[in-house]
């Protein structure tokens, strides 16, 4: 009865949508509990379709997550003997559980869905179609409210109007902007696409996505992620070409280049946080001496560049946390048990007659590290090494779509958690299922193409 009820078709069907509808409501706030009862119901009947199709676990071991997989379960298990010996156990214990192994049951999601390459619903195209417009949908709504605020006031509406805030909104429209990256490279130099988009609808898109990055989010992260993409395609343009260097290439990058520049530059010149930057770190990394960062970004109390003018806000505030959690890692290489409030817990704890405000540092890197120790922090970055390395190894043996989305994916994530608080919740749950599934689909592409090469050396040699 139960096996002609749960039939894989419907139990396909029903996976996908549970699937897309998780990733649609990821950067919504307050659905928390909505995310739990989704990733719960999928993650069950996903074991009752990999029962069905005789899912074995020399799949598992053969597949490229085998051993980050291996290297997360040890920061896992890490993490849970570190607050075993710390003063906030219980706190630690019900942080690991809904954020560190939460995105595993995501995670076994996704490797289910990537490995079943036979099931037409669980096509890559499908899949990077699926996430693509799940995101899509709020940078749209994000987009044209800014532009019809412009049409009523005659300014641009610079915060985020969408429902899942300017943060969740920048969060996850970096992951578009990656695919379009990718897109973009492979359409331009090989003629493929996976986005079923002609070129004309495929440039409105893409260009509608990257001003609303730039310019309604008006992030300075943005400008940043967008150079850094651009600049890490011209360097993978030169090593994939550089036996083959012609008129068309040299122009591609030279245009890469220039779009890349004009975004640093039109960044530095409109944004007055760069101009002060370098004078604003050593002040912000004497976190003894200058102490407005334990408290709110009030302007009175943040200390003065050496021009007599106060720091920038922004710019003081993350500095000053990043050292001083470095500081406190260094005080306790151990861990002082996994938490995204480790920050504000420890703090309070080493200056007991202050009024703390500051909750978090900012930074999934210093939460991490606080919360997990240098062991997790090298557990961890082991786990990011590895992927940029067979991606990237990947990517330039055999020009993989996949792999070069996995790099920029691995990459981007590493690099913004240094400066946001990533490393929990929907944040990490997004990233570790999409860089199972680009790894898995990057994995198959490049056997089967092996396979169809080997056929046709074969055929040519008889």
């Known amino acids: 009865m139960l096996n002609n009820i749960l039939t894989n078709q419907k139990l396909s069907y029903a996976i996908l949508t549970l699937f897309g509808l998780l990733f649609f409501i990821y950067p919504i706030p307050h659905t928390i509990a909505i995310r739990y009862i989704v990733i719960i119901l999928m993650f069950i009947l996903t074991i009752f379709y ?50 560190l192994i939460m995105p595993m049951l995501v995670g076994f999601v996704a490797f289910v869905i990537a490995n079943d390459t036979t099931n037409k619903y669980f096509s890559k195209q499908r899949i990077l179609m699926l996430i693509f417009f799940s995101i899509f949908i709020h940078v ?10 412009f049409l009523h006031h005659g300014k641009l509406l610079t915060r985020s109007p969408a429902m899942i805030g300017l943060d969740n909104l920048n969060f996850v429209t970096a992951f578009l902007l990656a695919i379009l990256t990718v ?26 996505i990257f001003f609303d990055f730039i310019v309604i989010q008006a992030k300075r992260l943005g400008v940043t992620s967008v150079a850094f993409l651009i600049g890490s395609l011209i360097i993978l ?69 050496p021009n007599g003018k106060k720091v920038s806000g922004s710019n003081y505030m993350r500095i000053a946390w990043i050292t001083k ?3 406190l890692i260094i ?54 090494g590895y992927v940029i390395y ?30 946001d608080s990533i ?13 199972i599934l680009f790894l898995i689909f990057s994995q198959e592409e490049i056997k089967k193409n092996v396979k169809k090469f080997n056929k046709t050396y074969r055929h040519n040699n008889v």
């Open 390 to 419: 067979i991606s990237l190894k990947n990517y330039i043996e055999y020009e993989n779509y996949f792999s070069l989305l996995s790099l920029f994916i691995s990459t981007g994530f590493s690099f913004r958690m240094f400066i």
């Open 50 to 99: 990999a029962k069905n199709i005789n899912l074995k676990y020399q799949t598992f071991k053969e597949s490229p997550i085998y051993i980050p997989t291996l290297l997360y379960t040890a920061l896992i298990l890490w993490s849970i003997f570190v607050a075993i010996f710390s003063k906030y156990t219980l706190e630690a214990m019900g942080q690991i559980k809904s954020q």
């Open 423 to 435: 490393f929990r919740d929907q944040e990490l749950q997004q990233f570790l299922a999409m860089l």
């Open 183 to 208: 897109e973009v490279y492979f359409r331009i130099i090989d003629k493929k696409y996976y986005l079923p988009f002609d070129n004309f609808y495929f440039s409105l898109i893409t260009i509608f």
């Open 237 to 305: 343009l030169i090593i994939r070409n550089r036996k083959r260097l012609n008129k068309k290439i040299v122009l591609i990058i030279i245009t890469f280049t220039l779009i890349t520049g004009g975004f640093i530059y039109k960044s530095f010149k409109n944004d007055p946080r760069w101009q002060t930057l370098i004078k604003t770190i050593p002040i912000a990394m004497n976190t003894e001496k200058y102490s407005a960062w334990r408290g709110k970004e009030i302007p009175e109390l943040l200390p003065n560049l």
């Open 331 to 384: 005080e306790n290489p151990f861990g002082y048990g996994f938490s995204k409030l480790a920050f504000k817990n420890i703090i309070k704890a080493k200056y007991p007659n202050e009024k703390i405000r500051v909750t978090q540092a900012h930074s999934g890197f210093a939460d991490l590290g606080l919360g997990s120790g240098i062991i997790g922090l090298m557990l961890w970055y082991g786990l990011i």
């Open 325 to 327: 959690s470095i500081k």
């Open 140 to 149: 749209a709504y994000s987009g044209l409210e800014s532009i019809k605020y």
